[in-house]
């Protein structure tokens, strides 16, 4: 068993951005220092960090998500930024989806403990899942694949006029210039960087927003998204 270094006080600012969740946010936090640790989630040399890189990292992307929207998690393995986003926006349905039995059962077990009932923890990849689930409003993600290769997987999952909110490091400007004819052909219309957190984290987190048009993903997976509308329709009538 991996021994984990130990969790630092929660700083000030959790208190401000949590509120009325600041216990739940500080359980999660020793959830993530205890057993995500045991379970290989998140390696031991996160643990001191927890708070800025990760827990406020996540939360302040609150700043720039719609009032009472739908939120798809894609890729969220131990609930970044799905489960802080969830803690200071009870207004938001939020979907954590998850290929990995482990994680899911890592986020289920979260979910109900800290009694997140506006979140749900689906297991699947999201190339399996598109038809199956609802669109959304909107897609997060947080440090799954380059932005290309990510937005071939969450733009799909989008609502038209969605938008997808990627949580990005310093390489965000130039993942956005090498992926932008990928972007077009997946139906984005706007893309943008944006720096949300100033006096929470430093350094600010960036997140790339991409906006998409009237056929997210494009007109492969439009065909692909009503033919499984068609398969789905089918089956609840012969349920």
């Known amino acids: 068993m991996t021994e984990a270094a130990e969790l630092p006080p929660a700083p000030e600012q959790a208190r401000e951005v949590f509120g009325e969740r600041f216990a739940d946010a500080v359980r999660y936090a020793e959830l993530l220092a205890e057993a995500g640790v045991q379970r290989g989630l998140i390696g031991p040399r996160e643990v001191p960090r927890l708070w800025e890189r990760h827990l406020l990292n996540c939360a302040v992307l609150s700043e720039v998500v719609p009032e009472g929207v739908t939120v798809c998690d894609v890729g969220s393995g131990a609930g970044l930024p799905g489960i802080p986003l969830a803690l200071v926006r009870e207004d938001l349905k939020i979907t954590l989806l998850e290929p990995l039995l482990r994680r899911t059962n890592f986020l289920t077990e979260v979910v109900e403990l800290l009694g997140l009932d506006h979140v749900t923890v689906v297991r699947g990849r999201a190339e399996e899942v598109m038809g199956k689930l609802p ?14 290769r990510l937005a071939t997987w969450g733009i799909p999952l989008l609502r038209p006029y969605g938008e997808m909110l990627a949580l990005k490091g310093d390489t965000a400007e130039e993942e956005l210039k ?47 998204r009503a033919k499984a509308a068609r398969t789905g329709r089918a089956r609840r009538r012969r349920g």
């Open 135 to 148: 669109p959304v409003h909107v897609v997060t993600a947080r440090a799954v694949a380059p932005l290309d």
């Open 178 to 224: 090498s992926a932008a004819t990928a972007l077009t052909k997946l139906g984005a219309v706007t893309t943008s960087i944006v720096h949300v957190g100033e006096g929470v984290v430093h350094p600010m987190s960036t997140v790339v927003r991409v906006e998409v048009g009237e056929s997210p993903g494009g007109v492969r997976f439009a065909a692909k």
